[in-house]
């Protein structure tokens, strides 16, 4: 596949109903089997096993397995101190998002920054930061 293509299809693993519906909204095609998709997201809740195939990951900081996955592009997110995405500040309707490294979001290249998202408080933190990121930058 092309590198400076636009993410199309979307496989979601381990997250809450609310979530893939919010995701539904960005208009992205979501697969019912976790491979082979643009982006893949691994939540909170995904079984360790799974196998996951797609040119950008999503993963939670918490998950240490990350043999299973196969993919260009990875991504952490959570509040450990090494996880790609990460929250610096949480308020009751909006957060603040930062980006800790540089990440190759399709071939555009998205340089370390911080930016404010809205907080969806029926979504976990998690889910919160991967939705901010895409909301932001699809």
Not at 10 to 32: A, E, Q, V
Not at 78 to 95: Q, R, V
Request: charged share 20%; net charge neutral.
């Amino acid at each position: 596949m092309n590198r400076s293509m636009k993410a199309e299809t979307l496989s979601i693993t381990g997250c809450g109903r609310g979530f893939r519906r919010n995701l539904s909204l960005l208009g992205l095609k979501i697969k019912k089997e976790s491979s082979d998709a643009d982006i893949a997201i691994i939540g909170e809740n995904a079984a360790e096993k799974a196998a996951v195939k797609a040119l950008m990951v999503f993963i939670p900081d918490s998950i240490v397995n990350s043999n299973i996955i196969s993919c260009v592009s990875a991504v952490s997110a959570g509040m450990g101190p090494k996880a790609t995405l990460s929250f610096s500040s949480i308020g009751d309707e909006t957060a603040v998002l930062s980006v800790n490294r540089e990440v190759d979001f399709f071939g555009n290249i998205i340089c370390p920054c911080e930016i404010r998202v809205n907080f969806i408080k029926s979504l976990s933190v998690y889910e919160n930061m991967v939705y901010g990121f895409l909301t932001h930058f699809i």
